[in-house]
T-cell receptor, first 111, second 116 residues
Framework: EDQVTQSPEALRLQEGESSSLNCSYTVSGLRGLFWYRQDPGKGPEFLFTLYSAGEEKEKERLKATLTKKESFLHITAPKPEDSATYLCAVQRSNSGYALNFGKGTSLLVTP | DVKVTQSSRYLVKRTGEKVFLECVQDMDHENMFWYRQDPGLGLRLIYFSYDVKMKEKGDIPEGYSVSREKKERFSLILESASTNQTSMYLC???????????????FGPGTRLTVL
């Protein structure tokens, strides 16, 4: 059965305190792992797509990595404006189009 | 930039009313999706469409229907609104994938629906 599990559910960091968010998944034949950022009351904003183990992508203070069983979103020297919920998703095994989303990690960065 | 727009940001309806939520995308995407998002339950797929007039049920289609008469527009219909349909509704679109690649979805701003 397809599963996407994100941990921790919530994370509080001091400004400048680096950390990582985890997304573990089970799906047969990964065809894409996706990271999104969601601010309160808004739609998810696309961040990264990873397709194969060993792949890495970076954007400002964020870096996403992928293994065969999990992905990490590394946040380096975060700022308060990085506070948001971060969602991870993989494709559904029975569909070439639809995604299964994790429940997200709520990140709060305090000054 | 991909732009996905939704007809309303906030909507308040009465129990039993028929409710239409509209979504429009401007990037000529074949795939379109409707989700609802509730605290503790995450994003749940209601329906999706991979072409005009085509639709497939997601995880929670009961009480909903959809319409896709034009490529850029995907409508979600609540046939008879109930209080348990109070939620944030999110529309998304994407390009078609292949047997080895699924493409990212782009989301609209969401509609916060309250059913009284």
């Amino acid at each position: 059965e397809d599963q996407v599990t994100q941990s921790p559910e919530a994370l509080r960091l001091q400004e400048g305190e680096s950390s990582s968010l985890n997304c573990s998944y089970t799906v047969s034949g990964l065809r894409g792992l996706f990271w999104y950022r969601q601010d309160p009351g808004k739609g998810p904003e696309f961040l990264f797509t990873l397709y194969s183990a060993g792949e890495e992508k970076e954007k400002e203070r964020l870096k996403a990595t992928l293994t065969k069983k999990e992905s990490f979103l590394h946040i380096t020297a975060p700022k308060p404006e990085d506070s948001a919920t971060y969602l991870c998703a993989v494709q559904r095994s029975n569909s070439g189009y639809a995604l299964n989303f994790g429940k997200g990690t709520s990140l709060l960065v305090t000054p | 930039d991909v732009k996905v727009t939704q007809s309303s940001r906030y909507l308040v309806k009465r129990t039993g009313e028929k409710v239409f939520l509209e979504c429009v995308q401007d990037m000529d995407h074949e795939n379109m999706f409707w989700y609802r998002q509730d605290p503790g339950l995450g994003l749940r797929l209601i329906y999706f469409s991979y072409d005009v007039k085509m639709k497939e049920k997601g995880d929670i289609p009961e009480g909903y229907s959809v319409s896709r008469e034009k490529k850029e527009r995907f409508s979600l219909i609540l046939e008879s609104a109930s209080t348990n349909q109070t939620s944030m509704y999110l529309c998304a679109s994407s390009l078609p994938g292949t047997s080895w690649r699924t493409n990212e979805q782009f989301f609209g701003p969401g509609t916060r629906l309250t059913v009284l």
